[in-house]
């Protein structure tokens, strides 16, 4: 179904580029929405479930910091995904030697459990999602959205 069937708009955009944003944020926002179902079964959060897919693939140590980094979140938002996953005892935090304010998140085994868990059936659904594209259709998406990401980014300065 075509944006302007979704958004019930009345005659077709004129503006291409910006009937292609638009399909980005709503194929985003779907995404995220089906991702939210799938979560919620685990009592998990999207934000919950990307900071456990982040220390579950980290090479080194994280602080919290690293996390809001890689997640693009507010250090706020990450003190508050982490309270609540170390509440569920899916992630542990400790004091890094010489810094008292600075904390290293890691995985509980229980996390690590968890993630393992619900990983593979979040890959299927992608899987199912992008069972139209091959590796070279996906590479050229992935390639496309790269250089999108870094236009926005540059619209800062």
């Known amino acids: 179904m075509s944006i302007n069937q979704e958004?019930?708009?009345?005659?077709?955009?004129?503006?291409?580029?910006?009937?292609?944003?638009?399909?980005i944020v709503r194929t985003s926002t779907l995404l995220s929405q089906k991702g939210a179902v799938l979560f919620?079964?685990?009592?998990?959060?999207?934000?919950?479930?990307?900071?456990?897919?982040?220390?579950?693939?980290?090479?080194?140590?994280?602080?919290?910091?690293?996390?809001?980094?890689?997640?693009v979140v507010s250090r706020a938002s990450v003190t508050s995904v982490l309270d609540k996953l170390e509440k569920k005892k899916l992630v542990k935090r400790s004091v890094v030697h010489g810094n008292r304010r600075i904390y290293h998140v890691d995985l509980t085994e229980t996390g690590l459990n968890l993630i393992n868990q619900v990983e593979p059936l979040y890959r299927e659904s992608i899987h199912t999602v992008l069972e139209d594209f091959d590796e070279a259709a996906s590479r050229v998406l992935i390639s496309?959205?790269?250089?999108?990401?870094?236009?926005?980014?540059a619209l800062d300065t």
């Open 7 to 23: 958004l019930e708009l009345g005659r077709p955009m004129e503006d291409f580029r910006h009937e292609a944003v638009l399909n």
């Open 144 to 153: 496309d959205l790269e250089k999108i990401r870094i236009r926005c980014r």
């Open 40 to 71: 919620r079964r685990f009592d998990l959060t999207e934000a919950q479930f990307n900071v456990l897919f982040v220390l579950r693939y980290k090479e080194r140590m994280l602080t919290q910091s690293d996390l809001g980094k890689r997640l």
